[in-house]
């Protein structure tokens, strides 16, 4: 027979499961919270108004289906197509093998041309919060606009890198679009900037005839100098790995990251091969020693916990970091020893939609990034291509009605936050190049 329990342990049973609830109410109401604050996407995309600016593209818009205009009664559509129209001519587009007929690498070339327009350097997002120059996002944009064939455009986005670049070597998180070198917050300095900075310059010289990359290594001498000297500067002697600092994740660090030190790797590695281009053959040698050194640091401080986001981290939470040791970004030793971190990338970092969060301890909300999720697809071009055409498939299936990538994308499946974004536009052109060059 089953005796009934006193009123003091009742009161404590009903307490204690009272906080239970409690407790699962919170996380409840807190992943609801975390989606709805980006349940609506802020724009469909961004396109050319009646009266010639660039404006948000809203439901109401008509937009011209095969180039960023909205199409209204003013005079200026007419020339704003034709000068679209001619400058994707100017260069190459990557496709997408499946479905064959996408746009989806067109519209983010044009989505790429759009956040250029108005400064001349592309912004991150035409939404105020996002219309600032990441160094991160710049490198990707360097790098795609190299890809395909509009020189002019990357090197403007790296002559903007090189004059707001402090004296320091150290960038900021971000920067006002006006090429003032001035921020617009508190967010402080970003180490990954650096190594950003040298791959997208790398990215330059490796699209530039052989013949003329002098020329843009000594245009770039500065950024060049400045920048490996941050990355060899915040090396600790004792760990060999970059300092603490904040990376993509963009939150305050007390530990050394993968992703910093694998960008800061990338970065030297390009440095390296600039200063050959330079004929500074003992600078380069110094360079590749450091570099060399920084390399078997990753592999000792990170490899025992299969490349996850921090030295002894746990495997399951693995991010960005492993993908930034891969082809075209580093070119790691150990680089085979990092594929099973690498492939775990998917399943770790999972969202409802299908698509990726920035990472395996990154906080339970449901809601997939498109940056994420395209930066894999890059390194995926190169190690496993039928996985990079069902990210890019993905992300196809995921742009807003007017075909722009969103920066987000909720669990069910709808496109959230700022549209387009140009870390992912950027990132899906690159994917789609390496898929065409082969690797």
Same mark, same amino acid.
């Given at each position: 027979m089953k005796t009934r329990p006193g009123p003091l342990l009742a009161a404590r049973v009903t307490s204690a499961t009272i906080s239970i609830l409690?407790?699962?109410?919170?996380?409840?109401? %807190?992943? +609801?919270?975390?989606?709805?604050?980006?349940?609506?996407?802020?724009?469909?995309?961004?396109? /050319?108004? =009646?009266?010639?600016?660039?404006?948000? =593209?809203? @439901?109401? !818009?008509?937009? !011209?289906?095969?180039?960023?205009?909205?199409?209204?009664?003013?005079?200026?559509?007419? #020339?704003? $197509?034709? +000068? $679209?129209?001619? &400058?994707?001519?100017? %260069?190459?587009?990557?496709?997408?093998?499946?479905?064959? +007929?996408?746009?989806?690498?067109?519209?983010?070339?044009? !989505?790429?041309?759009?956040?250029s327009r108005d400064y001349g350097v592309s912004v991150a997002g035409w939404e105020p919060p996002w219309r600032y120059v990441w160094p991160r996002d710049s490198a990707l944009v360097v790098s795609a606009f190299m890809r395909t064939g509009h020189v002019e455009e990357a090197e403007r986005n790296l002559d903007f890198l090189q004059r707001v670049q402090p004296a320091s070597g150290v960038f900021a998180a971000r920067y006002l679009a006006d090429w003032s070198g001035k921020v617009p917050d508190q967010r402080g300095e970003q180490l990954d900037g650096s190594g950003w900075a040298l791959w997208a310059l790398g990215e330059v010289e490796r699209f530039t005839p052989p013949d003329g990359r002098m020329a843009v290594s000594l245009r770039y001498r500065q950024l060049l100098l400045r920048s490996t000297d941050a990355i060899i500067r915040s090396i600790n002697r004792e760990t060999g790995l970059p300092r603490s600092s904040p990376d993509y994740w963009e939150i305050k660090e007390n530990k050394t990251t993968l992703a910093t030190s694998a960008v800061s790797l990338a970065g030297l590695q390009s440095a390296v091969e600039v200063f050959k281009i330079l004929r500074q053959s003992d600078q380069a040698a110094a360079v590749e020693d450091v570099a060399s050194a920084l390399d078997r640091s990753i592999a000792a401080s990170f490899g025992s916990s299969s490349y996850s986001r921090y030295p002894g981290g746990r495997a399951r939470n693995v991010d960005l970091g492993v993908t930034f040791l891969q082809t075209p970004f580093a070119t790691f030793s150990a680089q085979q020893e990092t594929r099973s971190a690498w492939s775990s990338v998917p399943e770790r970092t999972s969202r409802p939609a299908g698509g990726l969060s920035p990472g395996g301890g990154w906080r339970n909300d449901g809601i997939s990034w498109?940056?994420?999720?395209?930066?894999?697809? /890059?390194?995926?071009? *190169?190690?496993?291509?039928?996985?990079?055409?069902? &990210?890019?498939? &993905?992300? !196809?299936?995921? +742009?807003?009605?007017?075909? @722009?990538?969103?920066?987000?994308?909720?669990?069910? #499946?709808?496109?959230?936050? =700022?549209?387009?974004? @140009? &870390?992912?536009? =950027?990132?899906?052109?690159?994917?789609?190049?390496?898929?065409?060059? #082969? *690797?």
């Open positions: 409690l407790v699962i109410g919170m996380v409840v109401l %807190g992943q +609801r919270f975390s989606q709805q604050r980006a349940v609506a996407v802020r724009q469909l995309g961004i396109a /050319v108004g =009646a009266d010639g600016l660039t404006a948000d =593209a809203r @439901a109401e !818009d008509r937009i !011209d289906p095969q180039f960023r205009v909205i199409i209204g009664n003013g005079s200026s559509q007419l #020339g704003e $197509q034709d +000068r $679209q129209r001619v &400058w994707l001519a100017t %260069g190459s587009t990557p496709g997408i093998p499946n479905p064959a +007929r996408s746009t989806l690498m067109r519209d983010s070339l044009l !989505d790429l041309y759009m956040l498109t940056a994420s999720v395209a930066t894999y697809a /890059v390194a995926a071009a *190169c190690i496993e291509p039928s996985a990079a055409v069902h &990210w890019l498939t &993905w992300l !196809d299936a995921h +742009r807003t009605p007017a075909g @722009a990538l969103p920066e987000k994308v909720l669990a069910d #499946g709808s496109p959230a936050s =700022a549209a387009p974004l @140009a &870390w992912t536009s =950027a990132a899906v052109i690159i994917a789609g190049d390496e898929l065409e060059r #082969g *690797c």
